[in-house]
């Protein structure tokens, strides 16, 4: 690292402390962290894209210059005016309406589809790497199974199985990032197993349940933390392209991925259908991966220096 | 290596199985009678039974599942319910775009990232870096279907330099086919250039740092010689590696791709296919594309065996 060495770059990375420990220095580290975190440009920026994301889909009702499902409030097809920022579709709906109100699906099936993931793969991957055996290679071997699954041809799959709607569309997109989860907190849950305090706890005759809840999961969560939050710009891809394919939320609701689809048809006399919701699109997808590397950077004590 | 091989097999033979009960599960779990799709809308309850004592649907779900497992490993993937076509046909036709598309990718991705990935770790923190890296995490974060609504709009309606949609084997005729390509392969190649130069740049700035490097710029050695001797080929080891298990991404990329391109490849097929509730071809299909993508997965690793004695004891 070019920078210059702080007292943080001269300590080994700290292993991982009980909980009592971790309360002690809470504050601090935190603090540190931070500190750690602001330095790096390309996280602050893509933080700063992410509130900016989380505000725009809270007040959408207060933003949006339109209602979002009026039709003929401008007229057709036309490109960015005064009255309409990003011009209109072929419905005469206003288009910066839609791409705010777009924002609100955008965001809930990221983040509720990961948050499902998380759940569903964290539980198997501490059962699988605390108890091991046969449950281990049960769950590890159907975990192999998902993973081979591009996330897109198993969202589409679950789609024909389910039907549409949002919920649906969050289930589909969940189930492809469950074997993720499941396999880095597996391979920390192997690691921690082995620390003398966990020996202790067992020794001290806490149940198993409840040496995973209150001793194992705490010490495995940063890589978990990082992984859900890299995770959220590929969910909201995936969401992006099922709408994209026909198979997200039905019409009219307004997202972003049927927004393209829908200026396909149009890309020729107005281009700015496609494009303008595909813009709104990649901007929080880029925020998403840089706060997400920087959480990476800056959490994951394997990768600290 | 031959111990190494073998568990490797068994492993990939597992996965198969896995991947074989989750496509059968899935396709068990969808709304609606099978037989009464196969059948359509006309049939008397005679053919009915007998189908579905034919197909086995009045046995135990294990049963059933050996019956399709034979089935399949016997290469039959059953007929269209649309329109009876065999499914094997379909699917090994839209397989052959499908792939060129992928390898025609791969080809245009590395070209971009291999440059970029070494350029920005030997200017460490410069604006090369600053700037190939910016440009990898953009292209990496566009959506591949929008990207490639904007590059029809840019080159095909606003230049005509390239046509917007149509797909030509490049074994019928090879520059007319490159020139149809050029839009989806960059549209995925360069997704797959902004993921393997990052790799590429932390792989790199990984080896610089060991220490038989700093021995050797301790001897004297010219910086470029340095990367380009000794560190490049370690270091793009693991790169190979990465490019390899991003088929299956490449796939998953491929479905989007293809549509918007009118590639009647793999992805449109089964999308195709779903809409239609053509559920023999989904099935088919699928199943396929990930054997393909697992089988690949194994190909990479053994040969990062064979490139990296290292790892062999496992």
């Given at each position: 690292?070019?920078?210059?060495?702080?007292?943080?770059?001269?300590?080994?990375?700290?292993?991982?402390?009980?909980?009592?420990?971790?309360?002690?220095?809470?504050?601090?580290?935190?603090?540190?962290?931070?500190?750690?975190?602001?330095?790096?440009?390309?996280?602050?920026?893509?933080?700063?894209?992410?509130?900016?994301?989380?505000?725009?889909?809270?007040f959408a009702n207060v933003l949006a210059p339109y209602d979002p499902l009026?039709?003929?409030?401008?007229?057709?097809?036309?490109?960015?005016?005064?009255?309409?920022?990003?011009?209109?579709?072929?419905?005469?709906?206003?288009?910066?309406?839609?791409?705010?109100?777009?924002?609100?699906?955008?965001?809930?099936?990221?983040?509720?589809?990961?948050?499902?993931?998380?759940a569903i793969?964290?539980?198997?991957?501490?059962?699988?790497?605390?108890?091991?055996?046969?449950?281990?290679?049960?769950?590890?071997?159907?975990?192999?199974?998902?993973?081979?699954?591009?996330?897109?041809?198993?969202?589409?799959?679950?789609?024909?199985?389910?039907?549409?709607?949002?919920?649906?569309?969050?289930?589909?997109?969940?189930?492809?990032?469950?074997?993720?989860?499941?396999?880095?907190?597996?391979?920390?849950?192997?690691?921690?197993?082995?620390?003398?305090?966990?020996?202790?706890?067992?020794l001290a005759g806490v149940?198993?349940?409840?040496?995973?809840?209150?001793?194992?999961?705490?010490?495995?969560?940063?890589?978990?933390?990082?992984?859900?939050?890299?995770?959220?710009?590929?969910?909201?891809?995936?969401?992006?392209?099922?709408?994209?394919?026909?198979?997200?939320?039905?019409?009219?609701?307004?997202?972003?991925?049927?927004?393209?689809?829908e200026g396909r048809n149009f890309i020729v006399m107005a281009p700015h259908i496609s494009t303008i919701p595909g813009i709104a699109l990649m901007v929080t997808i880029v925020g998403l991966n840089l706060l997400g590397d920087g959480l990476r950077d800056t959490l994951d004590p394997r990768l600290r220096r | 290596m031959l111990r190494c091989f073998l568990s490797r097999f068994g492993q990939t033979l597992a996965v198969l199985f896995t991947v074989s009960v989750i496509i059968f599960a899935l396709m068990r779990l969808i709304p609606g009678d099978p037989i009464m799709m196969i059948l359509g809308d006309d049939f008397t309850q005679d053919a009915y039974q007998k189908l579905r004592a034919k197909l086995g649907f009045d046995r135990s779900i294990v049963i059933q599942y050996l019956i399709w497992l034979e089935a399949i490993l016997r290469g039959d993937f059953g007929d269209?319910?649309?329109?009876?076509?065999?499914?094997?046909?379909?699917?090994?036709?839209?397989?052959?775009?499908?792939?060129?598309?992928?390898?025609?990718?791969?080809?245009?991705?590395?070209?971009?990232a291999v440059p970029s990935g070494i350029v920005a770790a030997m200017r460490k923190d410069s604006a090369w870096d600053w700037g190939s890296m910016g440009f990898a995490i953009f292209v990496y974060s566009m959506p591949g279907f929008w990207k490639g609504i904007v590059l029809i709009w840019i080159f095909s309606v606003y230049l005509g330099w390239f046509p917007a949609v149509g797909?030509?084997?490049?074994?019928?005729?090879?520059?007319?086919?490159?020139?149809?390509?050029?839009?989806?392969?960059v549209t995925l190649g360069t997704f797959f250039s902004g993921l393997v130069a990052r790799i590429i740049r932390s792989s790199l700035l990984e080896v610089l740092d060991l220490d038989y490097i700093k021995a050797a710029r301790a001897?004297?050695?010219?910086?470029?010689?340095?990367?380009?001797?000794?560190?490049?080929?370690?270091?793009?080891?693991?790169?190979?590696?990465?490019?390899?298990?991003?088929?299956?991404?490449?796939?998953?990329?491929?479905?989007?791709?293809?549509?918007?391109?009118?590639?009647?490849?793999?992805?449109?097929?089964?999308?195709?296919?779903?809409l239609n509730r053509d559920y023999a071809v989904v099935q088919g299909a699928i199943l396929v594309g990930v054997f393909a993508i697992v089988v690949v997965n194994l190909a990479v690793d053994l040969t990062y065996a064979f490139l990296n004695p290292r790892i062999r004891v496992t």
């Open positions: 690292m070019a920078q210059p060495l702080t007292v943080d770059d001269a300590l080994p990375a700290p292993a991982p402390s009980s909980g009592e420990v971790a309360e002690a220095r809470g504050p601090s580290s935190t603090r540190r962290w931070w500190r750690r975190f602001a330095r790096n440009r390309g996280a602050v920026f893509g933080l700063a894209v992410f509130l900016a994301v989380v505000v725009m889909a809270i009026a039709q003929g409030v401008g007229p057709a097809n036309q490109g960015p005016t005064w009255s309409h920022w990003a011009g209109t579709d072929s419905f005469g709906r206003d288009m910066l309406s839609r791409i705010i109100y777009g924002a609100r699906i955008a965001l809930i099936v990221g983040i509720v589809s990961v948050l499902l993931a998380m793969g964290v539980t198997l991957g501490l059962v699988a790497g605390y108890y091991g055996g046969w449950m281990d290679v049960l769950i590890m071997r159907v975990m192999d199974g998902l993973f081979a699954f591009p996330i897109i041809i198993l969202a589409i799959a679950m789609m024909a199985v389910m039907g549409f709607g949002v919920k649906n569309v969050i289930i589909a997109v969940a189930v492809g990032f469950i074997a993720p989860f499941a396999r880095v907190t597996r391979a920390d849950v192997l690691a921690v197993k082995e620390e003398p305090y966990i020996e202790a706890a067992r149940t198993r349940p409840a040496i995973i809840a209150r001793h194992v999961l705490p010490n495995v969560l940063a890589p978990i933390i990082v992984q859900a939050a890299l995770r959220v710009s590929g969910a909201i891809i995936t969401e992006s392209g099922l709408s994209f394919l026909g198979l997200g939320p039905p019409p009219p609701t307004p997202v972003w991925g049927s927004m393209i689809a | 269209s319910y649309l329109n009876h076509e065999q499914v094997n046909r379909l699917v090994w036709e839209a397989f052959q775009p499908t792939l060129t598309l992928v390898v025609a990718s791969m080809i245009v991705g590395v070209l971009i797909y030509v084997a490049p074994w019928q005729d090879f520059w007319n086919s490159m020139w149809r390509l050029a839009l989806p392969a001897r004297g050695v010219r910086r470029a010689a340095l990367v380009y001797r000794h560190a490049l080929a370690n270091a793009l080891i693991p790169v190979v590696t990465v490019i390899g298990l991003q088929f299956g991404t490449l796939l998953g990329g491929a479905v989007l791709t293809e549509t918007v391109f009118g590639i009647p490849g793999m992805g449109r097929l089964t999308v195709a296919a779903i």
